[in-house]
């Protein structure tokens, strides 16, 4: 069977933009290869889409919590920060799980809650595992909504094994998604320099790579 053919940009003031933050969680923290920079990626993320977009929902899973710990503190701190000071539309839906894909149908129900039945969703996906979680999360919203568009960003996605990610990031791909990195996704949804809000996007991403060059850990492969 041949792979799934997308749409392949981001682009439409009418779509809906969901961001899957998943499981990044503190547990998590000194096993998944780069997972500073999975953390750094959401957050940037969770941060700029309300600056270049008027529609916006957050969905972020958390697996077995109890332990596994909550979602990492800056993570939570770019939603608060984005609900309090961006003028977009910010749904905001964080949720506990044992079922390894994000995906179930609560969460679609609440995602056209949020808008018109007839909105279109672009999907963009981070977090971890790569190989399990967001991998499940992927095929279930790519058979369950073909219509979407699903993008993976493969600079805030890892696992505890380099190799698992490398064979999940293809495997998605294959499917259908289409890879991209966090950078890539704000401008690409700005779309041009005069957007009133590309100074600030600016300021944020320089100030993303910045302190990415301090941390410690490697940047991620791109597959």
């Known amino acids: 069977m041949s792979a799934r053919t997308p749409r392949a940009r981001l682009s439409g003031a009418d779509a809906v933009r969901v961001l899957w933050v998943c499981d990044v969680q503190e547990k998590f923290a000194g096993a998944v290869k780069s997972f500073d920079r999975v953390a750094l990626g959401a957050s940037t993320l969770v941060r700029g889409l309300p600056m270049v977009h008027d529609k916006n929902v957050f969905m972020v899973s958390e697996q077995v919590p109890d332990k596994l710990g909550p979602t990492v503190e800056p993570i939570k701190r770019a939603m608060v920060d984005a609900k309090e000071n961006e003028s977009a539309d910010v749904f905001t839906r964080v949720y506990a799980k044992t079922r390894f894909s994000m995906w179930k149908s609560d969460n679609e129900a609440f995602l056209r809650g949020c808008y018109d039945q007839d909105v279109r969703f672009q999907h963009v996906i981070v977090g971890l595992e790569a190989h399990v ?27 505890i094994r380099l190799e698992d990610r490398a064979v999940a990031l293809r495997r998605m791909e294959r499917a259908g998604a289409i890879l991209t990195c966090t950078e890539s996704v704000l401008f690409e949804v700005m779309e041009d320099a005069t957007h009133p809000r590309f100074r600030d996007v600016s300021k944020l991403v320089r100030e993303a790579a910045r302190f990415a060059s301090q941390l410690t850990s490697s940047p991620l492969p791109s597959i």
Not at 135 to 155: A, E, G, H, K
């Open 133 to 159: 979680c967001v991998l499940q999360t992927v095929l279930d919203i790519l058979r369950d909504r073909p219509s979407d568009d699903v993008f993976v960003c493969v600079d805030a996605v890892s696992s």
